[in-house]
């Protein structure tokens, strides 16, 4: 006779930990960057595991320095509570604007502590424009470089 199967059978395997993902979808005002630092502590609060948090901002279409500035305190909050921020879906007029402010470093390399930040991948590609009009000569008796 055979024993009877279990309701709830054991799983291998225990269930893997979604990542904390914040989106950013719409466009971002100055008065909801702390709405959005508030968000990131509850996310941090309640992940399941370590790690760095998922900003995505694959749904901002126009970037400007507001997004820059939110992003910035987006990072400091996330440093301050121990982990980091990943960017996801950066196109390439954000990747210029974080460029252009000395921030994309800072938002898209790993920390020295440690901490994960970077870039994941789903970004928009750039191509690149040849210089026009540009130069480079040389004058007889400069010394070299």
Do not use: F, K
Not at 27 to 52: M, Q, S, W
């Amino acid at each position: 006779m055979a024993a009877p199967e279990p309701e709830n059978p054991p799983t291998p395997y225990p269930p893997a930990p979604y990542p904390a993902v914040l989106v950013l979808d719409r466009p971002v005002t100055r008065a909801e960057v702390e709405r959005l630092c508030e968000r990131l502590r509850a996310l941090v609060r309640h992940r399941p595991g370590p790690g760095p948090v998922t900003v995505d901002v694959g749904g901002v279409r126009r970037p400007d320095l507001t997004v820059v500035e939110a992003l910035a305190r987006l990072r400091l909050t996330a440093h301050r509570l121990g982990c980091g921020i990943r960017l996801r879906g950066a196109g390439g007029e954000l990747r210029r604007l974080l460029a252009w402010t000395g921030l994309d470093e800072a938002l898209t390399a790993p920390a020295a502590s440690g901490h994960a930040l970077g870039l994941e991948p789903g970004g928009q590609t750039e191509q690149r424009e040849e210089a026009l009009g540009l130069q480079e000569g040389v004058e007889p008796g400069d010394p070299a470089a």
